[in-house]
T-cell receptor, first 117, second 113 residues
Framework: GAVVSQHPSRVICKSGTSVKIECRSL??????MFWYRQFPKQSLMLMAT?????????EQGVEKDKFLINHASLTLSTLTVTSAHPEDSSFYIC?????????????FGPGTRLTVT | GESVGLHLPTLSVQEGDNSIINCAYS??????FIWYKQESGKGPQFIID?????DKRQGQRVTVLLNKTVKHLSLQIAATQPGDSAVYFC????????????FGSGTQLTVLP
């Protein structure tokens, strides 16, 4: 099956610093990747849709200048949390849509636990 | 619409019993639905999907039922095992170029020995 990886799996950073999270599709090309945020005991909330070679589309209420997304290739999208604050602590999950698959088929990464102190 | 963050409903079942997890979806135009299993600290794992032109689909030990009239999905797990303990989410996929998923609020399934 299609595999999506995320790096790092866990990161702790100090308030005010920036953190970059990578999402890679390992064995397929992904035209579209999605970034989600999940707080404890809650559902996944879509933050943004990332398309290769173009600007990301952000959901309402998500600050594009704070959550920078770069989808530089068909296998890599990055999410940078800039000037992180404790309220940004969350579980960040990406998913990727297979270029060759059904348009609605998505594969999820294992998630990145961000803790801002 | 977007799922609102809520505390997860819980379901406890005895090992070996059947489990039924329910989900209400919001968009009557959604034509594709997926059930995901999420274990603690991990990403969602695909379980089974169903298109809107079907009302039932079976997999290995799992069955998904779709009732479009009342916008309701259910996931049935037969002979529930301890390894089935996890949070289960339904997701709907409305038509459109982005084909984004909208997740339900999830159900915490606990299998009792």
């Amino acid at each position: 099956g299609a595999v999506v990886s995320q790096h790092p799996s866990r990161v702790i950073c100090k308030s005010g610093t920036s953190v970059k999270i990578e999402c890679r599709s390992l064995d397929f090309q992904a035209t579209t990747m999605f970034w989600y945020r999940q707080f404890p005991k809650q559902s996944l909330m879509l933050m943004a849709t990332s398309n290769e070679g173009s600007k990301a589309t952000y959901e309402q209420g998500v600050e594009k200048d704070k959550f920078l997304i770069n989808h530089a290739s068909l296998t890599l999208s990055t999410l940078t949390v800039t000037s992180a604050h404790p309220e940004d602590s969350s579980f960040y999950i990406c998913s990727a849509r297979n270029l060759a698959g059904r348009t609605y088929e998505q594969y999820f990464g294992p998630g990145t636990r961000l803790t801002v102190t | 619409g977007e799922s609102v963050g809520l505390h997860l409903p819980t379901l406890s079942v005895q090992e070996g019993d059947n489990s039924i997890i329910n989900c209400a979806y919001s968009n009557s135009a959604s034509d594709y639905f997926i059930w995901y299993k999420q274990e603690s600290g991990k990403g969602p794992q695909f379980i089974i999907d169903i298109r809107s032109n079907m009302d039932k689909r079976q997999g290995q030990r799992v069955t998904v039922l779709l009732n479009k009239t009342v916008k309701h999905l259910s996931l049935q797990i037969a002979a529930t095992q301890p390894g089935d303990s996890a949070v289960y989410f339904c997701a709907e996929n409305p038509p459109g170029s982005a084909r984004q998923l909208t997740f339900g609020s999830g159900t915490q399934l606990t299998v009792l020995p």
